[in-house]
C-alpha cells in the first residue's frame, strides 16, 4: 500500500479509481483504504500516478497525458486481482476509467476520465495504462463507398451560377466543391458503364436539389461552367445506412455547355492613347459592367487631324478555352455595350461622323485588314450635343438583340477600332465609350475524351444530424461539433461553452469537402485551429469548447495564500507573431485558394524591433472563407481568424506558473480564466495586476500537489 506523503499541508488527499467492466459492474482502487458512495476503494496503488492537461492556443488543441498506476495481485473475492482483470467473464480493456480527489472528509471530486489499454504483470505487481478519452480514434471521413467512389462529406453554403439548362450565363462562381465519377452501377434504371456513355457523379448526403446541376472546370479560363447536356438537374437518389445519396447523371462524356466570358486582357496598340482598356472587360458586379467604361473621348477633330489622332485600335485577349466548339451550333458570338457621341465646337452642318469596327484574328494581322463595320453615328446640325447613340450590337440598348455572330476561333484576338471622320475644318469632339464586351460560347469536350474525373457541384452540404436547428450547416463551429455527434457518437447534449461560442461565431462561415478518407482527428483539429476554438473532455467525461472571448472575465480569483512558487515572465519573443500571409477560400479544382491576404500587426513590429522579413508565418485555410481577414487587427477578437490570434501571439504577454497548495481550487482546469489579487510581486513588473486575465494553458497533478501555467489573454 502506498503511504500518503507529508505535503505539508493541513490536510491530506487520496485518489480514487473506477474501473468499469462490460457487465456494469465495477473495480474500486484508491492510494489509501477508503469507503465512499458504499462503495470500499482498496488502497492498493502501489505508486505516485499524475495527470497532465494542457491546451495550445497556438494551434487550437487540447492534449491529456496517459496514466500508469500499479497495485499488488492481491486477493480479490478469493483469487488473485490479475485473474478479476483479465481471463475471466468481465472484461475491462477499452473500458472507462474515473479518477476522482478526495481531500479530508470532502466530497470527491473528478479530476480525470480515461480508458484501460494495457495489463501487464510481473507476477507481484500489475501496471495499468490508462489512456485520455479519444472517441475519434480509428475513424476516418469519407468511410462510406457505394460504388467505386467514396461519398464526398461537405459542408457549408454553397453558390450556384443561375442557369437553367439553355441560358448563356457569365460562370461567376467559384463557390463550388469536387464530385467524383462513378460507373457500373444502377439507379433508376440506368446503368453507369463506358459501352453506354452514361457516368454518375456523387454529390453527396444532400437534399438540396433546387440547383443540383454539375459544372465543367476550364481550367485555360478558371471558370466553372455549367454542363447543359447532363439532362438539366437530372438527379437520382439512392439509400446507403439510412441517408440518402444524391447522383447527377451524365449521358455521355461530351460537358455541353454554353456560356459568356470577358475577354482576359485589353491593351490599345494604335492611335493616340485615350481611355483605360481593361474598364471595357472588368466585372463590378452588373451584368453588363457599366460602372466602369472604356472612354475615347477624342477632340478637336477636322479635316486635318492625322490618323492617330482620329483612329484608334484595341485589343483584347480572349480565354483559350478546353473542348471543341459544337458541331451546328452558333460557336462564338459577341456582346457590347457602347454609346457614341458628337459634340460640335460651333454652329456647323458639316459631314462628320464615329465609326465602331470589329474583327477577329489571330493577332498577326496587323491593324488594317478585313474589319466589320458595327456602328455609324453621323452628325445631325448645330452645336454642342448634336448626335447620340447608346447601344448593344448595333441595336438600341432598351431592346434585347441577338449576339452578333462570329468565325469559331479560340485562340484568336478581339479588336476594336474606332474611327472620327471631319470632312471639314470646323472641329468637333468625338466619344465612343466601350461600357461591357463578352464573348458567348457553345462548345463540348470530344466524344474520343474520357469522361472528367470531377465535375463541380454548388448544392449546399450537410445538414445537422439530430441537433438544434435544421438547415444545411454553414458555419464552422456547427461542423465541427456535427461531425463529433455524427461520427464519434457525441452525445447532442449541449457541451460547455458552446452557447458563448455560438454567438461569437455567428458569420464564421465555412466551405469544406473530402473526397478521400482522413484521419477524423486530423480534420477536427484542423476545423477547430480555423475556427478559433479547442475542443476538450473535461475531467468528468464531459465535452467542452474553449476560446479566448472578446471580453474575458475570470472564474477564479487567486492570491499569493493560494499559490507556492510562484513566477511571472514576458512570453518568449520567438513566440511572438506580427504577421501572417493567410490565404483562404480554397479553389474547387486546384491546389490554390481564392484570397490572399499580408496581415501585419505593425505596433508591435515597431516595439519589438522585428526586421522586415522577420517573424513571417504562411496561413493556408481549406475551410474558413468568412469574415474576411485584414490588413490589420480588428477591434475584438473574435472579428476575424487574424485577429484572433493577434490578440494571443500579436504582442508580447505575460505567463505565470506555480503551485496550489488550497484545495479550493484543486478543480481547476485547462481553459478556465484566472485573475491575481494581493500578489507577490505586487506588480506584473511595470504593470498592475488589476484588469488582468490568464487562461490555464497546462496542468500537472499528482498526489497533494497541482502545478498550472497560465497565459494572458
Known sequence: MLNLPDTGHSWTENWLFKLANDNATFLYLALSDVTYSSNFY????????????????SNSTAKTGNISIQIADYNYNGSPISEELFGGSNHYINQTVTVHSKINAETPIQIGTFRLTDISSDGDKISLSLASHRPWDFISVPNV???????????GNFIPTSFTGSNYVLPDSKAMYPVPVSSGFFIGGLVSSEASLIYYYIMGLTEDTSQAYVYYYDKSADIFVPAGGFGNNTWFTETIDSQTVYYNVAKG????????????????????????????????????????TLTIDVDDIDSSSTDDERMQVYK??????????????????????????INFKENNAATTSVNLYYKLTDGTEGTSASWTL?????????????????????????????????????DKFLYIRTVFYNNSPFEFDGIATIKDIQISYDMYNDKEDKPEEYLYSSVNGLAKDGWESSGAISEIHDAHRDMLIRYTGLTTTEPTGWTALNTARSGWNIRWWALEPEELEKTLNKIAYEGCFIFRFKADGS????????SPTADKTLTKNDIKGFQVKPSNFSNLLTKMDVSYEKH????????????????????????????????????????????????????????????????IKLIVSGTIVNPEFYNLEVGDIVDFSGMHPTKAYGEAWTGKNFMITSIGRTIGTLKFEGREI
Open 374 to 410: 458595327l456602328e455609324t453615328l453621323s452628325s445631325g446640325s448645330g452645336s454642342g450635343l448634336v448626335s447620340s447613340l447608346n447601344r448593344k450590337n448595333g441595336v438600341a440598348s432598351s431592346s434585347s438583340p441577338s449576339p452578333i455572330d462570329l468565325s469559331e476561333g479560340k
Open 588 to 651: 474547387p479544382a486546384e491546389s490554390r485558394h481564392l484570397t490572399s491576404v499580408s496581415s501585419v500587426n505593425s505596433r508591435a513590429r515597431t516595439n519589438w524591433n522585428v526586421q522586415t522579413k522577420e517573424n513571417i508565418k504562411q496561413v493556408k485555410l481549406d475551410a474558413y472563407v468568412a469574415p474576411a481577414i485584414p490588413t490589420s487587427p480588428g477591434a475584438n477578437p473574435n472579428d476575424d481568424f487574424y485577429t484572433y490570434y493577434d490578440n494571443i501571439f500579436g504582442d
Open 253 to 292: 462524356i461530351t460537358c455541353e455547355r454554353i456560356f459568356k466570358t470577358r475577354p482576359l486582357f485589353g491593351e490599345q496598340i494604335d492611335g493616340d492613347t485615350y481611355g483605360t482598356p481593361a474598364n471595357a472587360i472588368d466585372d463590378d458586379g452588373n451584368d453588363p459592367s457599366v460602372s466602369n
Open 543 to 550: 465535452p467542452q469548447y474553449i476560446f479566448v472571448p472578446d
Open 316 to 341: 483584347f485577349d480572349l480565354s483559350k478555352l478546353d473542348g471543341d466548339f459544337r458541331p451546328t451550333y452558333d460557336g462564338m458570338a459577341l456582346d457590347i455595350w457602347y454609346d457614341l457621341d
Open 145 to 155: 463507398m457505394p460504388h467505386n467512389a467514396y461519398i464526398p462529406t461537405v459542408y
Open 42 to 57: 482498496e488502497g492498493a496503488i502501489l505508486n505516485k500516478p499524475s495527470i497532465r492537461e494542457s491546451i495550445n492556443l
